[in-house]
Structures are given as structure tokens and as C-alpha cells.
């Protein structure tokens, strides 16, 4: 026996025993596979597509500025917002970074949540630490007080100018 055949496992056909029958067999049999599997991954990626955004009623698009007091964030401030739901339903908190004192949620969870900030900003200059091996910069909240227990908000449709001032 070939050995090609006894790597593949292919047997003769009965029709005709000719070798070349069963290495045509394998390449229909290849042939085959590669289009079943090609139809499983168009399938899946449609699914994925499918599912992912675009008409999901239970998510709002929200953006704007976070300021403090009504002023801007500090140059320097690092942060960002979770928007956690507060019912018990299938909504999934999000978090998103302040960058240059903007935000953007594309996935924002509707109904209410309550907005948890975590800005902070350099704190002295940086010094070196020999756990790491490196200089770090030591950081602080600017997070008012009032603010600490987060923000209660009431989400509903998508809004980009959405400013958040604690």
C-alpha cells in the first residue's frame, strides 16, 4: 500500500481499486472540509457582527468633558470614569479613560448608574524606586470628597455632550 494512502487513511474504492481514484477522493474529500469550514467561520463572524453594537437598545453613546468645580482638569490628570448599573438586570459595568479632560462611552449602560471617577495627578517629581528598578511617579486623587461614593445618573438615549462636573 501507498504510503500517502496509509498517512491519510485512504483506502481503494471498490470502483475500480485505481490508486488515483483515491488520492481524487482525498481532494474532494480536502475540498469538502475547506468549504464546510469556510461556511462555519462566514456563519460565526456574521453572528458576531450581528451581536456586537450597532441596534443594542439595553447601551447609550455618552461623551463630553469632566470638569471639577466647574474649572478644567489639571495638566497631568490621569483618569476614568465606570459607569456601574445599579438594577439587578443584564446591563455590565463600563469604564473609560478622561484623556485631556474628555470622555467617550460608546457603550454606556441605560437606566440608572451611578458614575465612579478616579482622576489623579502627579504628585511632586518622580522618584526612584529600587523595587522596580526605575523611577515612578507617586500619584493623587483630586476626586472631591462629595464625589467619592460616585455620581447617580440617569441614562436614556445617547448624548455627546454629556459634561460631567463633580
Keep these: 500500500m501507498n504510503m500517502a494512502r496509509t498517512v491519510r487513511g485512504l483506502e481503494p474504492r471498490a470502483r475500480g481499486g485505481n490508486a ?5 477522493s482525498g481532494r474532494q474529500l480536502g475540498r469538502t ?3 464546510v469550514v469556510s461556511a462555519a467561520l462566514v456563519l460565526g463572524m456574521a453572528a458576531t457582527v450581528g451581536c456586537s453594537g450597532g441596534g443594542n437598545e439595553n447601551v447609550a453613546h455618552w461623551s463630553g468633558a469632566v ?3 466647574g474649572q478644567p482638569l489639571p495638566a497631568g490628570a ?3 470614569i465606570t459607569f456601574r448599573p445599579t438594577g439587578n438586570g443584564d446591563a455590565k459595568a463600563v469604564s473609560v479613560t478622561i484623556n485631556d479632560g474628555k470622555y467617550d462611552s460608546p457603550n454606556t449602560p441605560k437606566g440608572s448608574v451611578i458614575a465612579y471617577f478616579d482622576i489623579n495627578v502627579p ?3 518622580p522618584v526612584y524606586s529600587e523595587r522596580v528598578g ?3 511617579q507617586e500619584m493623587k486623587s ?5 464625589q467619592s461614593q460616585g455620581m447617580p445618573l440617569t441614562i436614556n438615549e445617547d448624548n455627546s455632550d454629556a459634561n460631567l462636573d463633580l
Design 20 to 24: 488515483g481514484e483515491t488520492v481524487e
Design 33 to 35: 472540509a475547506r468549504r
Design 67 to 69: 470638569t471639577i468645580g
Design 78 to 80: 490621569e483618569g476614568s
Design 123 to 125: 504628585a511632586g517629581p
Design 134 to 136: 526605575r523611577e515612578i
Design 142 to 146: 483630586i476626586v472631591p470628597p462629595s
